[in-house]
């Protein structure tokens, strides 16, 4: 199991960021966030598949890093929290760390209103 740093710049960050999030989290046993858009992941995938993995959720006009790590980095005016995935079936131990975050839906689209004249 190798860590990963991914970081990713969405030009549009509104319209899918938290789908970005979740399948950043998905990718890997443990994952951790020290910034927004930053993240190291634990996984046994490598960086192809990662980049395959969230693909379809960049635009073209998206940026994406994905780079093995080895070592710890400096971190300033942050921390590095690291989280479990939570596996269906499985107890979660009192003592780890789990964030569950809920799916959400898209508003229903709004018809859009005439200008005043």
């Known amino acids: 199991m190798r ?3 991914i970081a990713y710049d969405l ?3 509104n319209r899918n960021k938290h789908a970005v999030a ?3 989290m998905a990718i890997g046993s443990a994952w951790a966030r020290p910034l ?3 993240w190291y992941v634990k996984t ?3 960086e192809t598949e990662i980049e395959q993995r969230l693909a379809d959720l960049l635009d073209t006009d998206d940026g994406l890093l994905v780079q093995a790590v080895e070592a710890p980095a400096l971190l300033a005016q942050t921390s590095l929290r690291w989280f479990r995935q939570r596996r269906p079936g499985f107890d979660v131990e009192q003592e780890t760390n789990v964030i569950a975050f809920p799916v959400r839906e898209a508003p229903p689209a ?3 209103l005439p200008l005043a004249s």
């Open 3 to 5: 860590t990963y740093l």
């Open 110 to 112: 709004q018809a859009e």
């Open 36 to 38: 927004d858009a930053t």
């Open 11 to 13: 030009a549009k960050p």
């Open 22 to 24: 979740s399948a950043v």
């Open 44 to 46: 046994d995938m490598n």
